[in-house]
């Protein structure tokens, strides 16, 4: 995950703080609970489209489901310190 760039921050998404959970049940399948920086942001298909591309290749994994949740809301204070020091908020 951490090779899906935000589009618009140019950051990945996982040092973005914009994963909010991984489960992966014994068959291999797993879930990604995402949410996005604003609610009214339009790429949630497109990170959608980049997360399956980047795992598509992965051993043994099963089927990928990824449910986009906006609670709690994304803030700034989610993200890991190299992306709050790339983005200035450091």
């Known amino acids: ?15 973005l703080g914009l994963i909010y959970e991984i489960a992966i049940d014994d ?18 298909p497109m990170i959608e489209d980049e997360v399956r591309q980047a795992t598509s290749g992965i051993e043994g994994m099963g089927e990928l489901t990824m449910e986009m949740v906006m609670y709690p809301p994304w803030t700034p204070e989610k993200m890991h310190p190299l992306a709050k020091s790339a983005l200035g908020f450091v």
């Not at 995950?1 to 040092?15: M, R």
């Not at 068959?27 to 949630?44: A, E, F, H, W």
């Open 27 to 44: 068959d291999g399948n797993v879930k990604i609970d995402y949410t996005l920086t604003t609610m009214g942001c339009p790429i949630g």
């Open 1 to 15: 995950l951490k090779t899906v760039n935000d589009p618009e921050l140019g950051i990945d998404i996982w040092h």
